[in-house]
């Protein structure tokens, strides 16, 4: 009897384990346009990418470029909410050639009262656009724990419904760390280090995947 209840457990043991793989296999696979032929990494959202509360060159971008050793262009504005976003894709994102682009929207939507399901909305049509140009996407979440919380759930549920890459909280442990912040809610220099390495965590397992599906 003994031998049959440690039978079953090694049996649902490995399945589990079997399943965990296949899980995680999946979810690699669904990433979209990993065979990519851009040629540019470009961030693509409001201050906390244009680097608000640093001098030039000490913004996320910039730090991310040393970390993936390639150039990534910074497209960031100030201010803008994902409707400004969309009126800038085309000139600031498709017409550069991008290879992956990095989505960082809703700070300022949350700030200006859009609703969240047409900010949702605005990055879902975001990130199809570049999709169909051929382009890998990143989804940058600017939340911190409790801190535009709704707003991470429905960006992770957008990444795995679109095939994008989730980079969940990037803000979390900066916001409520004086010595992290410019601001009341800006990374200074170190912050937006740690932004950078988050990021790249996030997508460095499908950098250079050129010629997979």
Known sequence: MRINKIVVTLVVVAALCALFFIAMTYSKKEIRNLNSTGKNIICFGDSVTYGYGVNLGEDYP????????????????????????????KSDVLDKKPYLVLIEFTGNDFIKKIPIDLTIANIKEMILLAQAQGSIVAIVDVSAGL???????????????????????VLNKILTNPSMKSDFMHPNVAGYKIVAQRVYSAIAPYLGKRGQN
Do not use: C, H, M, Q
């Not at 040393?66 to 150039?71: A, I, Q, S």
């Not at 919380?149 to 989730?166: M, N, Q, S």
């Open 62 to 89: 910039t730090a991310l470029a040393k970390l993936v050793n390639r150039k990534v262009i910074n497209a960031g504005v100030d201010g803008d909410t994902s409707l400004d976003g969309l009126k800038r894709i």
């Open 147 to 169: 801190f535009l919380r709704d707003y991470r759930v429905r960006l992770d549920k957008l990444a795995r419904e679109t095939g994008a890459i989730f980079v969940p909280a």
